[in-house]
């Protein structure tokens, strides 16, 4: 009886230590090689749990100190997600969902019941609803604790130079992806860890939360721009690598850019551009481009006053042709034929225009028309 009692003692001793040993396993340290970072304790233990990679994305920090919404936490950043140990020892996600759209100026605003294609769910604490396959995915996933109210209804968003359908959750940001269609990667979780990082990292470094939604292209006169107010926030999509062309006149220049051919949110008539600079300042016009090949002359009549001169051709021939004021300020074309551009732009929500020619080299800021001075070069 005795040696049955001591047997069973070391069992449960040796149980107790396999027990131990199997949950050092779980909560020890598991680094990644492709960041560098390691992963350990609580943290590890709800990654593995609760989805691992294709959820959370490789670790992007080291487990530390960090001040989240009034309250110091230990945190850790991932690719798609900052998971937080709260003050009771439970881990959970960050709400990067909703820092987000704080941090690129678009604080969520509730929404109204609209229809949608497949089955859907209302959420009357934020207005908006959740459809089809992104509600099959919130059901499956984790629903409520895991993603959070949505924000947004479906919306179109540029990331990585792509325009995606996208919707912004409390926590998360899902987005479909048709290039992968028919495979489990038709819908993604977005990269919204490393978005939400790098925009927290820059603001601390004065550069502008918003800067993420900036054309890359632009980026570099962003700051430069001194029209007498902040140019705040992006308003629509960038227009990249467009069709464009010059005109060198007497006293300025026409610019002219082929905004039909931008993305679908700034399809509109193309736009003209008459910067007018005599030498003592500089001012700009802006016009609809009305011109259509075959019912309207190449260039308006009329004789120019002197060898080397041209009447401007075109869209830049109509308005010219049409504005006595225009013709007066900005004389004469000193070239034949306009110069073709390829231009970059974005409109920002002070309502100036940012306008970059790839071939010429420069830039301008346009402001309002109404207000003819309103407007920079940028070299």
Not at 324 to 342: H, K, M, N, T, V
Request: aromatic share 10%; with cysteine.
């Amino acid at each position: 009886m005795h040696r049955f009692l001591v047997l069973v003692l070391m069992m449960v001793v040796c149980g107790g230590s396999l027990l131990t040993a199997s949950a050092a396993a779980q909560t020890g340290e598991r680094c990644f090689a492709e960041t560098g970072y390691c992963i350990s304790g609580s943290i590890r233990a709800y990654w593995e749990r609760n989805g691992g990679l294709p959820v959370f994305g490789f670790p992007i920090t080291a487990q530390h100190v960090e001040m989240v919404e009034d309250r110091t936490l230990q945190v850790q950043w991932f690719e798609r997600d900052r998971l937080e140990i709260q003050a009771n020892g439970l881990v959970t996600a960050g709400r990067l969902g909703a820092r987000y759209l704080e941090l690129t100026g678009r604080p969520w605003q509730r929404g109204e019941r609209t229809a949608c294609l497949g089955n859907s769910r209302w959420f009357e604490e934020t207005g908006h609803q959740v459809c089809g396959a992104m509600l099959d995915y919130w059901n499956a996933n984790g629903g409520l604790a895991r993603f959070g109210y949505p924000l947004t209804g479906l919306i179109e968003e540029q990331i990585e130079g792509r325009v995606y359908q996208v919707q912004y959750f409390e926590r998360r940001r899902m987005e479909y992806h048709p290039e992968y269609g028919g495979t489990p990667n038709f819908l993604l979780l977005g990269l919204l860890g490393r978005e939400v990082l790098r925009l927290e990292q820059d603001s601390l470094a004065g550069v502008p939360a918003c800067a993420a939604q900036i054309n890359p292209a632009l980026k570099a006169i962003y700051t430069r721009v001194q029209l007498g107010r902040p140019l705040g926030c992006p308003t629509l999509l960038p227009g990249n690598d467009l069709p464009a062309s010059t005109m060198a006149m007497e006293r300025g220049q026409m610019l002219w850019i082929d905004r039909q051919q931008g993305p679908p949110m700034l399809v509109q008539p193309a736009r003209i551009f008459a910067i007018i600079a005599p030498g003592d300042g500089i001012s700009f016009r802006a016009y609809s481009n009305t011109w259509v090949a075959g019912q309207d002359p190449d260039r308006p009549a009329g004789t120019p006053p002197q060898p080397g001169l041209f009447a401007p051709w075109r869209g830049f021939g109509k308005v010219w042709s049409q504005d006595a004021e225009l013709r007066r300020q900005i004389g004469w074309a000193r070239e034949a034929q306009a110069r073709p551009d390829r231009v970059d732009f974005q409109l920002f929500d002070s309502g100036i225009l940012l306008v970059h020619l790839r071939e010429a080299g420069y830039s301008y800021a346009f402001g309002n028309p109404v207000n003819p001075g309103e407007v920079q070069v940028i070299r």
